[in-house]
């Protein structure tokens, strides 16, 4: 597997257990009425953190283990498959930003923005993420 | 719309490796400027290279491009 293949496995496993430990307590402090802004900013300060430390570790760990090809520069299909995913992730991005701006005037909470513009980021990078990890494994046909 | 005709790629880059003295994917890749990975989905047919890296391919191997990769429809 290519070293970039494994970086883009482990930031998205990261990514997925990292807020998909976030919005169910979000959502978990909203029930209970403990959703404030520094609430959710230490949850969301302290998950992040988290999965920062996981990534970078693990990233140290491969690194080591994989060699002379983590040092290696990105080739033309690294570039194309990293540009193919942030070109499907940029479209994401802006449907999930657009739909945040739709449903922003009927919410007064602060905080429910920002989840919701923070879901449509995550949502955008996951799909970058999955899209990368497709295109080393299935192939690239351009 | 216009329909395109199916068919892919194909190369013979696993057997020109073999006649030049078994040359690794690695060392083919350090030549040309690509990963060994790279190397081998070019060889699996998982990616199709840029006409420059086709160039460098075939010119590592002294062949014309035509003998490296084909279009086989």
Redesign the interface.
Known sequence: M?FREKIAWLSLAAMIVAYGIYFPLAEQAAARGEATTPHLLVLLGGVLTVQALVVIVASIAMAIQSGR?AN?PA????RLIARRGAAIAYFVLMVGMVSVGCVMPFYDQGWEIINAALFALVIAEIVRYVVIVLSYR????? | MVKLPSGKVINQIRLLRFMADEMTQAELGDRIGLTRQTVAAIEAGKYSPTLEAAFRIAQVFGKPLDEVFQWEG
């Open positions: 290519v090809d290696a080739d033309e299909r690294d299935r192939g690239w046909h351009g």
